[in-house]
């Protein structure tokens, strides 16, 4: 079964720090990959998303995540954050060829101290 | 454009009671999915519809089931509700049967069974 495993369940910077989240997934095909934000009070938006092609993605809000293939990885990252990146970050996958049934892995909140 | 609204907002039900949470999509989406997310854990897959046809189902026991309307919005049922239906549920929306495609969430519905 496909699983996501995201290491860092809290993770703590300050401003102007570079942030790198871990995301792992377990499946032996071909998959979709994503990064979806989650503010507080707010719905879950998408940041980023892989479907093929140049392995290197950027995403909004000057986030982006590269997928290695290799090691069934999709690490974000970000050079500087900001206190308004405060928020929950979910590292999700689903089948490629496929627009169904995302699996999520289990969070990061991140608190950026101003 | 109106994204994916969900309703009621918060919920409270008593155990052993039945709920029933809706979903509209974004205009011009045919697919829908529901997810559960439990506090502390990210959102897992309860039920994909498309053209009101039920498209993939997550291990969830059937106390829970759904349907799809011709006009694409979508109804998720729980019945005999228990202390770990607790949860936000949240509906999704994408185009439908097109492969690479994402997924618009909505603010979900909070829902507590005491």
């Known amino acids: 079964a496909q699983s996501v495993s995201q290491h860092n369940h809290h993770v703590i910077l300050s401003e102007a720090a570079s942030l790198e989240l871990g995301c792992n997934y377990s499946?032996?095909?071909?998959?979709?990959l994503f990064w979806y934000v989650q503010y507080p009070g707010q719905h879950l938006q998408l940041l980023l998303k892989y479907f093929s092609g140049d392995p290197l993605v950027k995403g909004i809000k000057g986030f982006e995540a590269e997928f290695i293939k290799s090691k069934f990885s999709f690490n974000l990252r970000k050079p500087s954050v900001q206190w308004s990146d405060t928020a929950e970050y979910f590292c999700?996958?689903?089948?490629?060829?496929?627009?169904?049934?995302?699996?999520f892995g289990s969070g990061t909140r991140l608190l950026v101290r101003p | 454009d109106a994204g994916v609204t969900q309703s009621p907002t918060h919920l409270i039900k008593t155990r052993g009671q039945q709920v029933t949470l809706r979903c509209s999509p974004i205009s011009g989406h045919k697919s829908v999915s529901w997810y559960q997310q439990v506090l502390g854990q990210g959102p897992q897959f309860i039920f994909q519809?498309?053209?009101?046809?039920?498209?993939g189902r997550g291990n969830f026991p059937d106390r829970f089931s759904a349907r799809q309307f011709p006009n694409y919005s979508s109804e998720l049922n729980v019945n005999a509700l228990l202390l770990g239906d607790s949860a936000l549920y949240l509906c999704?929306?994408?185009?439908?049967?097109?492969?690479?495609?994402?997924?618009?969430f909505g603010q979900g519905t909070r829902l507590t069974v005491v």
């Open positions: 519809y498309y053209e009101k046809e039920e498209r």
């Open positions: 999700a996958v689903n089948k490629a060829d496929s627009s169904y049934k995302l699996i």
């Open positions: 999704a929306s994408s185009v439908g049967d097109i492969p690479n495609t994402e997924a618009f």
């Open positions: 499946y032996g095909g071909t998959v979709n």
